[in-house]
């Protein structure tokens, strides 16, 4: 019997890095394939009272073998999963082919966070997911991505620019009737960061549009429909707290998602 009163355990995808071609020959610990949990999504976890676990991946190069890690058991072990942003995702985890070869992404990352998915799905846990984590939950249940906005999609709004990072922001508007519009009452619009160059482009099936780009009608946010908990936004909630002068409350959001951890919990 868990728990009602322990602090919930949260899951986070890793995120991985790949010591190809270096930049700078830092050598030592670099040299290695990294598997990461990076601090502030820890902290944005942790701000809504759970604790936040990160669950490594395997590839064909690990110690550890495939057959050796089973998801399911994090899946039966944790209370929910959060996934991380990163790297793009493989155009060929949704049938294309690179565009340009800068946008190869990580399948190694799409196949593993695929599989975590699955399981915390079956295990009747809740999921959110973190501007990569909204493309790969797309993807996942049948979607397609722009491989590049700017590229794709002349015109469209700005989503990214490195020398702002998370501190490019545009207006959001939630959709009315959702989910994630009831966290908001009266609330219409609301700004938010922008750290991406992919976006949605096909919808996946079962899944609902909570929250677009006015000015491009890029996706913002999605919720998968029926039974149970998954859904993401394109922007980094993470980021918010430590802006002062951030658009948008994103506690309301996280509370929800950890409600649903709680509720999985108590069964």
Known sequence: MADPDAPLLI???????????????LGGVWTKTLHFLEQSVAHWVMHGGAMAVMIPAVDSDSVVTRADLNLKHYAAALDGLVLQGGNDV???????APLDPRWHGDRVRDRYETELVRAFIDASKPVFGIC?????LNVAFGGTLWQDIPT???GAQEHRDGSKYERLYHTVELVPGTRLASLYPGVERAVTNSIHHQGIQDLAPGFTVEARCPDDGMVEAIRREGPGYVAAVQWHPEFHRSLAHAGFDDTPMLNDFLAAARAARLG
């Open 11 to 25: 899951g986070v995808s890793a995120r991985i890095y790949y010591p190809e071609g270096p930049v700078l020959d």
């Open 90 to 96: 493989a155009p060929e985890s949704y049938g294309q």
């Open 132 to 136: 990569r984590g909204l493309q790969l």
């Open 152 to 154: 794709q999609r002349p």
